[in-house]
């Protein structure tokens, strides 16, 4: 399977603890995002990473979130001492751009966060 | 304020028959349109998109029409199956974010059921 993959599928934690959640995007796309999804809602984006660098990060991200991309290769989301309203869908999405030119992302299955 | 709206959080249709999904934009700097389908508890899954440039793309018995200047566009499927029962999200993106960044702006998503 060469998509996005996306680990793990789901993780309940308590609220304050930290998660970590990884991203593989298919290999040779150097553009990686992050976006986040409620019930009821379309996802929203919260960073940006071309290859190693992140070039975006939404407002939505407080200083709790943090993402890297080490490498150009996979990508990390980690959250500290969460909170009930961080439960979500957490999804990563990978295309292959080049300059502005329309790109079309491509998404793995997502990560469910369910803090109690 | 929701830049991408899609006003039908509902659509029921026969098998065989043709379904309509509609999408509105407001921002007029959007290029690239796409639609994406989604089941429960997955990431959303790339089905179609067009350019700014075009307005219309087909592809199988899926086709999309642009209207740019009433900042709409649509997707056709035709004809409609059990297996497309799903929510279809509509997306934009914009050439003019910094850092060539891509990111989607999506609509709320329309639930569409097709009856056999």
């Known amino acids: 399977d060469t998509g996005v993959s996306q680990d793990p599928r789901h993780k309940i934690t308590k609220r304050g603890q930290n998660v970590t959640f990884r991203c593989d995007p298919i290999s040779e796309h150097n553009r990686l995002y992050w976006y986040r999804q409620t019930l009821g809602q379309g996802p929203e984006f919260l960073t940006y990473f071309q290859n190693e660098a992140q070039l975006e990060k939404s407002r939505l991200l407080s200083d709790r979130f943090s993402a890297e991309r080490p490498k150009g290769s996979f990508s990390t989301l980690e959250i500290q001492r969460t909170e009930q309203g961080d439960s979500a869908m957490y999804l990563c999405?990978?295309?292959?751009?080049?300059?502005?030119?329309?790109?079309?992302?491509?998404f793995g299955p997502g990560t469910r966060l369910t803090v109690l | 304020d929701q830049q991408v709206k899609q006003n039908s959080p509902s659509l029921s249709v026969q098998e065989g028959r043709i379904s309509i999904l509609n999408c509105d934009y407001t921002n007029s700097m959007f290029d690239y349109f796409l639609w994406y389908k989604k089941y429960p508890a997955e990431g959303p899954t790339f089905l179609i998109s067009?350019?700014?440039i075009k307005d219309k793309n087909e592809d199988g018995r899926f086709t999309v029409f642009l209207n740019k200047s009433a900042k709409h566009l649509s997707l056709h499927i035709v004809p409609s199956q059990p297996g497309d029962s799903a929510v279809y999200f509509c997306a934009a993106s914009s050439t003019y974010n910094a850092g060539n960044n891509r990111k989607l702006i999506w609509g709320l998503g329309t639930s569409l059921a097709v009856n056999p």
């Open positions: 067009i350019s700014s």
């Open positions: 999405a990978s295309s292959l751009g080049s300059g502005g030119a329309a790109d079309t992302q491509y």
